[in-house]
């Protein structure tokens, strides 16, 4: 049997391959995704970045950096939602989001979150999510955006920040969860947004970590 090749030579050129082949980036990209995923196995996060950003995803506009770093802690719901209201100015959360949003607390962990952008792509939800899954990285999870909120403050005054990582039937119809801004007063706030709205506006970014 044929062996795979292993350096990261290899991982490059397919990279460098994917980039100047093509007029149709989605293609292009989900090709160099899946050939080097067969020759490594996974992505390195400094391929991961490169392999993104070529491509239109990685939304680098926060703080000028591809990753930012999340700490999560095992805070109870109650914990976590006083932290997020008690994180800087105004901020509240919607009833219905706290009422009827399930939530598991989180394990202790660190993460490095990537910000997405799908609107230049024009894509929808289930799209992303497969195409993203391909990189080997996930969407954050409802318990995990609330700490994301708590800990950078100020990013959801640029754009909303949405975790497809929790599936949330509010009112018979399918939610995620967002940290959002209001335009008349700078508040900010914990709240849902329909998926199927997902990805069509490009007010909105999404938040991804490696699985």
Request: proline share 4%.
């Amino acid at each position: 049997m044929e062996q795979m090749p292993h350096h990261r030579e290899g991982i490059q050129e397919q990279l460098d391959k994917a980039y100047e082949e093509g007029h149709d980036d989605n293609k292009a990209f989900d090709e160099a995704a899946t050939k080097i995923r067969e020759i490594k196995g996974e992505l390195s996060q400094k391929e991961m970045i490169s392999l993104l950003k070529e491509n239109g995803y990685l939304d680098t506009s926060f703080e000028g950096k591809e990753v930012h770093q999340l700490v999560v802690l095992p805070l109870t719901k109650e914990e976590a939602l006083d932290g997020y209201r008690n994180s800087g100015g105004e901020t509240s959360v919607w009833d219905e989001l706290e009422e009827d949003a399930p939530y598991t607390t989180p394990e202790a962990k660190t993460l490095d979150v990537m910000i997405m952008d799908f609107f230049k792509k024009g894509i929808r939800r289930d799209e992303a999510l497969a195409k993203m899954d391909t990189l080997g990285i996930r969407p954050l999870t409802y318990e995990e955006l609330i700490q994301y909120g708590i800990a950078h403050p100020n990013q959801q005054k640029q754009k909303a920040l949405v975790g497809l990582g929790s599936k949330h039937i509010i009112s018979g119809e399918q939610c995620a969860p967002y940290l959002g801004m209001n335009g008349s007063d700078g508040s900010r706030f914990l709240a849902t947004r329909p998926s199927f709205l997902l990805g069509l506006d490009d007010k909105v970014r999404f938040l991804f970590t490696r699985k």
